[in-house]
């Protein structure tokens, strides 16, 4: 029989929805618009996910992953993917030191508590495959020696879906072990004049660092708080049934859709979907899920991990399109 899981009571869940509001007015105070963006690294944060965003450059990608840094008071490193970098860039590697006649070890800039992996699919296979292991094992081995990465740990990897020139995308098994995929749009004419008045008013200055708001033990706590919020049991089976019908499209989806999805999505869909459903309740101020809120996360939660045919692209069928036909198939319970 297994344990029932203790729900938070109201002061810690007090303290996390504080801990969550200031961050993200830090967040706002920087970064304009991009609220999707905002709510996906927040819940990537609280939940311990990894985060795969896909835009064009110049859409504050790095401004963002550096502004929750600074806000939560956490080393933030930013590695640049090139068909170059090696594992032993990414994970650290031994130095021989004349002096002492041994070797140092030097830690890799993945021992962080923020990583920026910039145009991730620039990176070779071999080097993609070392910054997933560290993502997934929360560690690296270097020489034997098993350093553990510190915590909370949040990678934030960027793809830009133009210029594909010397590029590696990233395998499907890869791609799942990002609990979310976002896609950013342009700003609006408007969000863009605010930008340039940030400019003249000196808020994206070197010198302009954002002062801490929380703490890293407080991400830690709103953690633990997160993992306890209630999710009725009818509402993981309304997540696992979104996923199942992923991987038998003929049964659910129409005809004309369904002879696009060649592969549905993992188990570890249903799990992104409820840890990311927590998340998100916690930063709504609720201590429980709602359908809402699977629902508002299914399309991050699922585009990266279906595996459409050729003729889907030919057919200019992405993988939303689906989600939105899995999301009208199942009933809102």
């Known amino acids: 029989m297994t344990a029932a899981r203790t729900q938070p009571d109201q002061r810690a869940m007090a303290h996390t929805q504080q801990v969550v509001r200031a961050v993200s007015e830090a967040f706002s105070a920087k970064v304009v618009g ?10 990537g944060l609280l939940t311990g996910g990894h985060v795969l965003i ?8 790095t401004t963002a992953a550096r502004v929750v840094a600074d806000a939560i008071d956490g080393a933030f490193q930013r590695i640049q993917c090139t068909p170059d970098l090696l594992p032993s860039d990414i994970v650290g590697t031994q130095i021989y030191e004349s002096a002492t006649n041994s070797f140092v070890t030097q830690l890799g800039p993945v021992h962080a508590n923020i990583v920026l992996l910039d145009e991730i699919n620039r990176s070779s296979a071999k080097t993609q495959s070392a910054m997933l292991e560290a993502m997934e094992e929360r560690q690296t081995t270097i020489a034997g020696q098993v350093y553990p990465i510190p915590e909370p740990f949040l990678v934030i990897a960027t ?3 133009v210029d594909q020139e010397g590029t590696y995308p990233l395998s499907e098994a890869q791609t799942d072990r990002f609990m979310l ?51 009725d049991r009818v509402l993981v089976q309304y997540a696992s049934r979104l996923v199942e019908v992923t991987r038998r499209p003929g049964q659910y989806l129409p005809k004309q859709l369904a002879r696009f999805v060649e592969y549905g999505a ?16 916690v930063l709504s101020g609720r201590g429980h899920v709602l359908p809402e809120d699977i629902g508002r996360l299914a399309h991050r939660v699922l585009r990266h991990r279906l595996i459409l045919g050729f003729e889907a692209a030919s057919a200019d069928v992405t ?15």
């Open 319 to 333: 993988a939303d399109a689906v989600v939105d036909a899995v999301l009208q198939a199942v009933r809102v319970p």
């Open 54 to 61: 896909e835009s064009v450059p110049g859409l504050a990608k």
């Open 159 to 161: 793809q830009n879906p």
């Open 34 to 43: 991009q609220q999707n963006l905002r709510e996906s690294l927040l819940v």
């Open 266 to 281: 993992s188990p570890r869909a249903t799990i992104a979907l409820c840890q990311s459903a927590r998340a998100l309740a």
């Open 181 to 231: 995929k976002d896609l950013l749009q342009y700003p609006t004419a408007d969000e863009e004049v605010e930008v340039m008045a940030r400019i003249d008013a000196g808020i994206y200055d070197r010198s302009h660092r954002s002062a801490p708001v929380v703490s890293l033990d407080d991400i830690r706590r709103a953690q633990d708080v997160v993992r306890h919020v209630h999710m």
